[in-house]
């Protein structure tokens, strides 16, 4: 499906118009067995370029910035379950044998198939980031958990697709990250000089 393999960071990665579709697999090692966790993330340059000029993060963690992305059992769970804010409980499959070893490279390729791709070929759009972000912007949502991160991803999206609602969904971000640490306080309130000076 065009993803490459980038063995330096151990993931599979694609690159798409304006930005980039990653799949990962994080590992979870105890003593008698291996959790897996499946994990996606959509990549948007735009978007990413224009938060990066605000964040309080040293620029080595940049390229941890999604724009959208969960788990592949969160969203599993929304498709599922109608589930469009997920919860704390997530799905890691489990390694105590090679038979399961076995059993999981089937698997885990037929879920990606089954849920992923499809989420990455139908959200890989600033106008799919400003819709599923901003349709209910006093809720966490499954596409972009990091909370108040969210909210600057969001705000970025809706603003550069001229979102008729934007002064609002403003307003209602602004309220929502009032208490969120100071850190990233500053770079919600930067952010909107930022988008409010600038032409995008």
Known sequence: YGFIFDSKRKRFVKE???????????????PNEILVKPVFKIKLHLIEDIYHQVTQKEKSYNEETQTLGNSLGQIMKHYDNSDRIGTTEDISYKIENEDDIEILKKVIPERFKEYILPYFNKNSSIEQVDKLLNEFPRELSIHNRP??????????????????????LLKIYDEETVDANPENRKEFEDLAKLLEKEEY
Do not use: H, S, T
């Open 147 to 168: 909370y108040p991160i969210r909210a600057c991803i969001a705000i970025i999206a809706a603003r550069l697709v001229r979102n008729p609602n934007y002064n609002e």
């Open 16 to 30: 798409i118009k304006g930005g980039m579709q990653v799949f990962d697999l994080l590992f979870y090692a105890y």
